[in-house]
Nanobody
Framework: QVQLVESGGELVQAGGSLRLSCVASGRSFSTYTMGWFRQAQGKERELVAR???????NYADSVKGRFTISRDNAKNTVYLQMNSLKPEDTAVYYCAAGWGDSADPNRYGYWGQGTQVTVSS
């Protein structure tokens, strides 16, 4: 069992930066693929970035070059550094823990409660 708690979401102006954090409790954090998903109002949940147990990373095209995912296994924490934020990045951001290397939300068995990111124009 893994519990995930996100933090760091807030209101920011376009062009600004935020860093989201997700702290995991439970065992074997280092063995999970960790993902950051987001869901904007009226839209489906989408994968923003993921990092595997081997530190392989993958990003949605819409955030490549602007967002960076990283993990600190000693702190059971995964981060999402978000730069050059745009109004279309506005969404609830969720941290998730899963298996393999997939963008499919169904491959992630553990989810946090979400943190709101709002980017004003």
């Amino acid at each position: 069992q893994v519990q995930l708690v996100e933090s760091g979401g807030e209101l920011v102006q376009a062009g600004g930066s935020l860093r989201l954090s997700c702290v995991a409790s439970g065992r074997s954090f280092s063995t999970y693929t960790m993902g950051w998903f987001r869901q904007a109002q009226g839209k489906e949940r989408e994968l923003v970035a993921r990092i595997t147990a081997g530190d392989g990373t993958n990003y949605a095209d819409s955030v490549k070059g602007r967002f960076t995912i990283s993990r600190d296994n000693a702190k059971n924490t995964v981060y999402l550094q978000m730069n050059s934020l745009k109004p279309e990045d506005t969404a609830v951001y969720y941290c998730a823990a899963g298996w393999g290397d997939s963008a499919d939300p169904n491959r992630y068995g553990y989810w946090g409660q979400g943190t709101q990111v709002t980017v004003s124009s």
